[in-house]
């Protein structure tokens, strides 16, 4: 299994045998350009994204990981508009479309496996787009979700925006954030100024998808059409990455201390873990550094593997990636320290 | 039209795959040449470009020993031999 840890000046790939015990990592690849967000497509053929605030963006896909090649026709804005693409955030690898989620928030889709992609108007141009204002992470579209039953069926969580579902393919959006805090108050848009920060998709009810917001941790049994608080147990509401395991269905959250300070809570580094559908939550810290551990994991920073027993991944903003085998009870910090981290996914190899 | 040689900064060509950071493109101007480039070399336009058409914000494009910005269009004609090189701008930062 390789997993692929992007970060501020490149990409690193650690390899380990199906224990997860022993790790050899490799890199960089793509040295000195931010590496935001990667993807297998069922096909086999890995996507990655960079970026560089010199250079700007960029696609490239291949076969296997020391073989990308940059997409000349990736996700772009048209030259001459107003809106400019900083970064891909998220992509949702499927098995006949993917969609990549961009800063300044947007969606694109490829129906090629990532060799051509196109805008999707109807949330790109959405009517609340000029209520739409970029948060600290900029105004980016980070995560993507297609029911697995119904592919017309999708979600899409812009930051400091909120959550909008298209039930037509993406033809037509719906802000999707009632019971969320609104925490961008604007009159004119009652129904957006929500910050949600990561999505995370049951493994087994579509319908269901646990929210990580800037206001708190949420989720919804109705497809985002009501949002409910779940943090009992947490030690703070706030914070960025949530997975859940697609085997064991246990969820896995990181809290920090609240907006103003985005650290961890009392400079103890414990990513959280439920059980039972986020009806309660558990810390974790078997194996993980003692205080003061000030670093917290980005949203695009936390992976899961749903091998038996489960893997769990999390790379710090201090560069370091701890890893569980045993589905968060024990934790290992690899032998190394990367750059800031900013996406990690893991390839499992069938 | 004349031949001249383009200089690349190596995080571009690495990201391209590109062995090489010199390239000899042609063009009466700097535009024209940097459009010839693009044209030979696929994927480079978006990294030097933004949507506007225009050089990235901190992309520097020097035409011999001075910078484009400092030039007129007049100024910005070629003659063979000449030397465009692609640059980061000076940068605070990580």
């Not at chain 1, 296997?64 to 997409?71: E, I, K, N, T």
Request: glycine share 14%.
């Amino acid at each position: 299994m390789a997993v692929l840890i992007g970060t501020e000046k490149g990409a690193f790939v650690a390899t380990s045998d199906a224990a997860r015990r022993q790790w050899q990592v490799e890199g960089p690849l793509f040295k000195g350009w931010k590496v935001t967000a990667s993807a297998r497509s069922p096909s086999g053929r890995y996507l990655v994204a960079t970026a560089s605030f010199v250079y700007g963006p960029a696609l490239h896909v291949g076969d296997d990981l020391s073989g990308l090649a940059q997409v000349e026709d990736g996700p772009a804005y048209p030259e001459g508009g107003d809106l400019k693409l900083s970064q891909i955030w998220t992509i949702n690898a499927g098995a006949s479309r993917h969609y990549a989620g961009v800063d300044q928030a947007g969606l694109f889709f490829s129906d090629d496996d990532g060799q051509s992609w196109q805008p999707v108007p109807g949330l790109n141009d959405h009517p609340t787009r000029k209520g739409w204002l970029p948060g600290a992470g900029g105004l980016c579209a980070h995560a993507v979700l297609v029911d697995p039953a119904n592919a017309e069926r999708i979600w899409c969580g812009i930051s400091a925006v909120g959550v909008f579902r298209s039930d037509d393919g993406g033809a037509t959006w719906v802000p999707k954030n009632e019971g969320v805090d609104q925490v961008v108050p604007d009159p004119n848009f009652p129904d957006i100024g929500r910050c949600v920060h990561g999505l995370a998709p049951d493994s087994e009810h579509a319908d269901t998808i646990f929210r990580q917001d800037h206001s708190g941790m949420y989720r919804t049994y109705d497809g985002g059409d009501h949002w409910e608080r779940n943090e009992a147990g947490l030690s703070s509401g706030f914070g960025f990455p949530i997975a859940m395991d697609p085997l064991t269905s246990a969820l896995y959250a990181v809290p920090i201390e609240s907006g103003e300070y985005r650290m961890p809570v009392g400079g103890a580094f414990r990513p959280h873990r439920s059980t039972n559908g986020g009806d309660s939550w558990e810390p974790l810290g078997n194996g993980l550094p003692p205080p003061p551990y000030e670093a917290g994991v980005l949203r695009g920073a936390m992976a899961v593997d749903g091998l038996d027993p489960g893997g769990v991944y999390l790379g710090t903003a201090a560069g370091d990636l701890f890893v569980s085998a045993d589905g968060g009870d024990s934790w290992q910090g690899l032998p190394c320290t990367l750059p800031r981290i900013l996406s990690v996914e893991v390839y499992v190899e069938e | 039209m004349a031949h001249v040689i383009l200089q690349l900064p190596t995080p571009v060509c690495s990201i391209l795959g590109l062995t090489a950071r010199s390239h000899e493109v042609e063009g009466a101007t700097v535009d024209e040449a940097l459009e010839d480039a693009y044209g030979r070399l696929p994927g480079l336009r978006v990294h030097l470009c933004d949507e506007s058409g225009a050089l990235r914000q901190h992309v520097s494009c020097f035409l011999n020993e001075t910078g484009t910005r400092w030039l007129t269009e007049d100024e910005q004609h070629l003659a063979d031999g000449d030397r465009i090189t692609i640059l980061q701008a000076v940068s605070g930062g990580t």
